[in-house]
């Protein structure tokens, strides 16, 4: 009952004008930096965070938020018109999307994308709902161990499905938690890797750190590849015939079931259920030959399942303070710009903010299908815009972006220097995302064990003594071997 | 066999070879810190152990990298074409040239003149295109975040 009420009053304050304003706005920005060539979700949330440093703590959250799942459907739009994934989740749309467009279909691809993400959408903020209130409740039962090990968990998870090299995800993970020890102990206080500079004592910004991986690198990489062709699509019927629909419907519950399943566990990221949600249709199809053909079930099942998962993923994140994706950790980085810690307390502390911004997920969900549907010609549209113009206008407001969060030049020489590794690490297809969710949770990882050794007055048999961070260990564990298992032989055979 | 060219397997080894080195640092560097203390784990502790795990991951991978591939993916477009790396270089350029200027220049007068250089240097031919771009990507943005998002962004010389 507590959650319904805490619920009413989070609906109450979402639809006040002002925060529909920048729910609207977060939508409407996210679709366009999902469009835009070059720019995923990531660094677009990343990008767009100086946008909200004036609004209130509510309000900035609510309004990333909904930059976060616009970006995530505005992915599809570039990947039915021109074959290109805004962002990773919708590489698989590409196969069935683009063919649509190809045969004049694009419109209905589009239509039945909005339709099923907001049905995806819709179904996970209801159980997002039903279940953060009591996750979060057990979770406060946690004490510095079981946090340790939860962490620790999440970055195994991971590294442990980031990358085709296990040791490479690893690697990643260690070297952003030995970023995030620049600055200042946080137990001690003593300064660590400052060498004397005064601007490292209070750490790497992580928005300059996360826009130079994210968003500078993008940007670089596409400025070397030569420019894409762009199908002048028919975008007039955007709503599925009677077959179409008959077609979608089951595709559309599956995609919601898989995203939201899927989701809940941090580190699988966004592709593999929609990998899942169209493989599944595949299989189940009497006709599996129209797959990869324009088969309207290859857009709908893995488009909700995109943002099912987009939405599930808010659980652990909200509930436990572990970011499952690289656009999560851009979405934490925001909250703690804003003196916010997702996990389990703020609930208790903030649950004025937490259950708003939950309400803000449903306004977004049905502002993005309202936004979607009339305006999809628009769009597309701005697919034509060169990328030229695109990306001097993106360079200027990353540096827009990485000074003014401390008027410091120096977090745009960070953001220049953190490109250049990403570019190269991208190159080297060294994955970013354990880098990232290393440097946001190890101050809190570092903070967990040191906290629990100095209550066992350094005995380490604190985190084998308790079952619960017992069991988390053990799950961590079996994530790296499992992991380890999988990966082995794709190696020895690239070897 | 190895299933990655060797241009490749070289820049694979340097960067990896690099980030042992930072690690090996790391690990040095932390064990000038406190690693133990009176309450527990000291300020060294976490960073010491961080700098060793990695500088053996990197290591494991350096091996790798001599027997084949190290991270997996055969990454076609390592090196991109002269034109594409020309365009990447602007870019870059661009954005040092940015970090340079904006506080003793001012955001407005950095922003104006880097775009319209960028523009130019990547291929943009129509002067009336490039001044309404640099204007309204320098004034344009400093008017909506200095004045209606109070954002404080550097005034240059005379005022701009």
Avoid at chain 1, 76 to 88: D, K, Q, R
Avoid at chain 2, 109 to 136: E, H, M, N, S, W
Wanted: glycine fraction near 12%; charged fraction near 10%.
């Amino acid at each position: 009952m507590d959650s319904v009420t805490h619920l009413l009053s989070g609906f109450a304050a979402a639809l006040s004008p002002a925060y529909l304003a920048y729910a609207f706005a977060g939508c409407v920005f996210g679709t366009l930096i999902g469009v835009l060539p070059g720019l995923g979700p990531s660094a677009g949330t990343a990008i767009l965070i100086p946008l909200t440093f004036k609004l209130d703590p509510t309000g900035a959250i609510i309004m990333l938020a909904a930059i976060y799942y616009g970006a995530m459907y505005g992915g599809t739009i570039t990947s039915v018109l021109i074959n290109v994934p805004g962002e990773a989740a919708s590489v698989i749309t590409c196969l069935d999307g683009h063919q649509m467009a190809k045969q004049g279909r694009g419109g209905t691809a589009l239509g039945i994308a909005a339709i099923g993400s907001f049905i995806g959408g819709l179904v996970a903020s209801i159980a997002l709902a039903l279940i953060a209130a009591p996750l979060a409740r057990l979770a406060l039962k946690f004490g510095p161990p079981e946090f340790f090990a939860l962490m620790l968990l999440g970055l195994c998870l991971v590294s442990g499905l980031a990358g085709r090299s296990l040791a490479a995800a690893l690697l990643m993970t260690v070297l952003g938690l030995l970023i995030s020890m620049i600055g200042i102990d946080p137990v001690r206080g003593a300064p660590r890797f400052a060498f004397g500079i005064a601007d490292l004592y209070d750490g790497l910004g992580i928005v300059p750190v996360v826009m130079g991986l994210f968003g500078i690198a993008e940007i670089l990489i596409t400025a070397e590849q030569p420019v894409r062709e762009i199908i002048r699509a028919r975008l007039s019927n955007l709503l599925p015939s009677r077959d179409e629909w008959r077609r979608s419907w089951g595709a559309i519950w599956r995609g919601t079931g898989i995203g939201f399943g899927l989701g809940l566990i941090p580190g699988i990221g966004a592709i593999v259920p929609t990998f899942m949600a169209y493989i599944l249709e595949k299989r189940l199809s009497k006709t599996p030959e129209r797959f990869g053909q324009g088969a309207i079930e290859g857009v709908a099942a893995p488009e909700t399942a995109n943002n099912a998962y987009a939405n599930a993923a808010m659980v652990p994140f909200l509930t436990l303070g572990i970011p499952s994706s690289p656009t999560i950790a851009v979405l934490m980085g925001a909250f703690i710009v804003n003196g916010l810690t997702p996990g389990p307390f703020l609930f208790q502390e903030r649950p004025d903010l937490v259950w708003t911004v939950i309400a803000s997920f449903f306004v977004g969900n049905v502002i993005l299908l309202v936004l979607n549907l009339p305006l999809v010609g628009l769009w597309a549209k701005i697919l034509h815009v060169p990328f030229r113009y695109l990306a001097v206008g993106v360079l200027v407001f990353c540096v827009l972006g990485a000074y003014s969060l401390q008027q410091s030049a120096f977090d745009v020489w960070v953001m220049i220097g953190f490109g250049v590794i990403g570019y190269g690490f991208r190159k080297l297809d060294l994955p970013l995302a354990p880098l990232v969710l290393g440097l946001i949770l190890g101050p809190a990882l570092e903070r967990s064990l040191r906290t629990s050794l100095e209550m066992s007055a350094g005995e380490y048999s604190i985190f084998f003594t308790r079952p619960l961070c017992l069991g988390l260990l053990i799950a961590s564990a079996a994530v790296l071997v499992v992991a380890a298992l999988k990966l082995a032989p794709k190696q020895l055979r690239q070897a | 066999m190895n299933s990655q060219p060797a241009s490749h397997r070289l820049v694979e080894s340097v960067v990896l070879a690099c980030l042992c080195a930072v690690f090996a640092a790391a690990t040095w560097i932390a064990n000038g810190y406190a690693l133990k203390d009176a309450l527990g784990p000291g300020p060294g502790f976490f960073p010491f152990w961080l700098g060793l795990i990695g500088a053996v991951l990197s290591l494991v991978l350096l091996a790798q990298s001599w027997r084949g591939s190290a991270i997996g993916k055969v990454v076609e477009g390592l090196w991109p074409d002269r034109a594409g790396a020309l365009r990447a270089a602007a870019l870059l350029g661009g954005l040092a040239l940015f970090a340079l200027l904006l506080e003793p220049a001012g955001f407005r007068l950095t922003a104006l003149v880097v775009t319209a250089a960028l523009l130019v240097a990547l291929g943009v031919r129509r002067p009336v295109a490039i001044a309404a771009f640099a204007l309204v990507s320098s004034f344009g943005l400093f008017h909506v975040f200095y004045h209606w998002l109070k954002v404080p962004l550097p005034v240059g010389p005379f005022g701009l």
